[in-house]
């Protein structure tokens, strides 16, 4: 059984950066695939961005384009998400996510395996 665990979080202002973390233990169904969601209260999940196994396509959600960047070291068994110029909209609870390959990424059901989220929030 495989365990994703979340890390960097926080409360930050707008304008402000965060470095999400996400470390993979145990057995995931894949790690081809990585990325991460994100989901606000009483709003649908949101993709964030993807990573493919050898960290040279990325893919990301239009409202992150330009602000987010996706990374991972298959070494550490990690990812992380560089996150910069945060607004407040962009408070939400992010999850790591790990899968097979997919022609769309931004499908959560290509994702076997979720972290248990890390909290954000963009406030002044």
């Known amino acids: 059984q495989a365990h994703l665990t979340e890390s960097g979080g926080g409360l930050v202002q707008p304008g402000d950066s965060l470095r999400l973390s996400c470390i993979i233990s145990g057995s995931p169904q894949s790690r081809y695939l990585m990325g991460w969601f994100r989901q606000a209260p009483g709003l649908e999940r949101e993709f964030v961005a993807a990573?493919?196994?050898?960290?040279?396509?990325?893919h990301y959600g239009d409202s992150v384009k330009g602000r987010f960047t996706i990374t991972r070291d298959n070494a550490r068994k990690s990812m992380y998400l560089q996150m910069n110029n945060l607004t407040p909209e962009d408070t939400a609870v992010y999850f790591c996510?790990?899968?097979?390959?997919?022609?769309?990424?931004?499908?959560?059901?290509?994702?076997?395996?979720w972290g248990q989220g890390t909290q954000v929030t963009v406030a002044s």
């Open positions: 996510v790990s899968g097979t390959y997919s022609e769309q990424p931004n499908d959560p059901s290509a994702y076997g395996d």
């Open positions: 990573i493919n196994w050898n960290g040279k396509t990325t």
